[in-house]
């Protein structure tokens, strides 16, 4: 009788799903905040008496007049808005808040290609943010890297188990115990 490798606490079934699930919920919650983030660019930039407010109460707040480089600095900003960065930038957003959502609810629902999908799409954003902490180090950031890196590591190991090998392997338990 050969006994199966032990597996980590966390990998074991009724912990796995809990944990696939929190998972899940914690991508949605991601896509609700890149959604708003997302139609919050387009429609800012698509108000242009919004914009007009905001740069009249910034110059008030920050005495613009005195300040030459607060000047520069908010005539770049206009002239970034006014490019069309932003527009893009909110389009990227709202793609990536379907990404997240079809990756959430896949995974919530337990499909294995939503697993696979949000492996490669999380591991894809790692060096992304090693790079921002090599730049611009926060501990909010060293944390997100350690809960992308985690989703990333148990995803894996999920997928690596092998789903025709379960029912085999609880047939020859059962099998075992009579």
Known sequence: MSHPAHTPAILQEPRRHRYL????????????????LGVSLLFLNARTRWMDLLSNW??????????KPVAYLLHKLQAV?????????????????????TEGIGVYMQQRWAELLMIFATAALIPLEVRHIWH???LVAVLI????????WFLY?????????????AEREMAEIS
């Open 157 to 169: 190991f999920v997928l690596k188990r092998k789903p025709s090998a379960q029912p085999a392997q």
């Open 136 to 138: 611009r180090p926060s």
């Open 58 to 67: 910034a110059a008030d707040e920050i005495l613009m007049e005195h300040s």
């Open 21 to 36: 699930k929190l998972i899940a919920l914690f991508k949605i919650g991601k896509g609700v905040l890149l959604l708003l």
């Open 81 to 101: 808005l006014a490019g069309g960065v932003l527009r893009a930038t909110g389009f990227l957003a709202l793609f990536y808040t379907a990404v997240l959502f």
């Open 145 to 152: 890297l350690a809960v992308n890196c985690f989703i990333v």
